[in-house]
Structure formats: structure tokens, C-alpha cells
């Protein structure tokens, strides 16, 4: 049975050879202008009708995709921006946000722990001419800005009962203070009410300072 379909194989690609004409030489033309990516075929060998033969792309025309958790795709949206960083050459590349496909797919973290992830599709402003195809790169999109924000490091705000607070510094004692937090990022926070720009805030305070307790500031 081996030998049998080594020999229908053989008489396959002489069918080829014969057909394409005496030299058995068969033209492809590519649907799109572009480079060739890559070469999955290097080898004469015959194939199955709808094989894959080679990927050609357009270098110009890269698209970033990102793998974000699911609990934060829900707030990305097309249109977003996006930052590309550690790409490997200088200075940060513009993106905006194009598609956040509908679907997710589990992938296995560092840690081992199962997570939902989502696939954020974005197009460069200005494609750089040093990446290519499947290159890795670290992006960051961007939610919310605002031009004028009186933010505060997220570790110095602690909850109190329903609401968030802040000890500020009234010169060597340490004063509480009622918050309204806004946008939070992983190391600052939007505050909306309770402080003024400039005040001193004590950050990760101890659960033993209290309002009107003694402190001091430590370079």
C-alpha cells in the first residue's frame, strides 16, 4: 500500500509537469503588489489545491494587534489613541485604535492562571520603516486625558468608609482629608474635590497615623 501511493504520487506530479508544458514550469501571479513575507513551500514537492505557498504583504501598511484583557476591552473603543513603546528604536509611535474584535480567547498567563483575552486591532499615524511582520511591542491606549488634571500618587488615597480620603501635611502634623476621586490609572488618580494643587499628601500612610498626628517629611 506504501509503494502504491508513492507511485500515484509520482504519476500526479508528472500530470503537472505535463500539463504546464515541457519545461513543467507553472506561473503565479500575486494578487496584491508587495514583498514576500514568507516562503512556506521551499521545496518541489506536490501540493493540494488551496496550499499555502507563500505570504506577501505590504510592509507599509503594518497593523499593531494587542491581546488586553476582556474587563478592559469593554472600555476601548474605536478611534482611541495608542501608544507603541519598546519597539526597539527611539521615541514613542503614534496609533489609533481601529477594530476591538467582538470575540475572546483564553490564554495561559506567566503565572499560570487562565485569562479571557481580546484581540485590539490599531494602525499606525506614521508606519515605521524598522518594523515588520510579527515583530513584538508594547502598547498603551489611552482612555481618557484631559489638558487640566489636579492628580495625586494613587498610593496616598485609602478608603473611608463609602468614600476615599488623603492625609495632608499641615506642617508637622498630618491632616485628614474627605476625597472625590476620578480617573484612576495604576499610579495616579484624577481628584475632582478635597485637594489643591501644591499640598503635600503622605503616601502608603501606616494605620497608625491619624488626624493631628505628628509627622515629618523624609527626603
Do not use: C
Not at 518541489?44 to 501598511?61: F, H
Request: no cysteine; net charge positive; charged share 25%.
Amino acid at each position: 500500500r506504501s509503494a502504491e501511493a508513492d507511485a500515484k504520487s509520482a504519476r500526479a506530479a508528472l500530470m503537472a509537469i505535463s500539463v504546464s508544458g515541457p519545461q513543467g514550469v507553472v506561473s503565479l501571479r500575486s494578487p496584491v503588489a508587495g514583498s514576500v513575507f514568507r516562503i512556506s513551500e521551499r521545496s518541489e514537492r506536490v501540493v493540494a489545491p488551496g496550499a499555502v505557498l507563500m505570504m506577501i504583504g505590504n510592509p507599509e501598511a503594518l497593523e499593531i494587534v494587542v491581546k488586553v484583557l476582556s474587563s478592559e476591552a469593554v472600555r476601548i473603543k474605536p478611534g482611541m489613541p495608542v501608544l507603541i513603546e519598546g519597539w526597539g528604536g527611539a521615541g514613542v509611535l503614534q496609533a489609533r485604535v481601529r477594530l476591538v474584535e467582538p470575540f475572546a480567547f483564553t490564554k495561559v498567563s506567566a503565572l499560570g492562571v487562565e485569562e479571557q483575552r481580546v484581540n485590539v486591532v490599531a494602525d499606525f499615524v506614521e508606519p515605521p520603516r524598522d518594523l515588520g511582520d510579527g515583530y513584538r511591542v508594547e502598547a498603551r491606549i489611552v482612555l481618557w486625558s484631559s489638558r487640566d488634571v489636579l492628580k495625586v500618587a494613587s498610593s496616598a488615597l485609602f478608603r473611608r468608609g463609602d468614600g476615599w480620603a488623603a492625609f495632608v501635611m499641615d506642617g508637622r502634623h498630618a491632616r485628614l482629608r474627605l476625597v472625590r476621586p476620578g480617573n484612576r490609572a495604576p499610579l495616579e488618580t484624577e481628584v475632582l474635590e478635597g485637594l489643591v494643587p501644591g499640598e503635600r499628601v503622605i503616601v502608603h500612610p501606616p494605620n497608625d497615623v491619624a488626624d493631628g498626628s505628628r509627622v515629618r517629611s523624609r527626603n
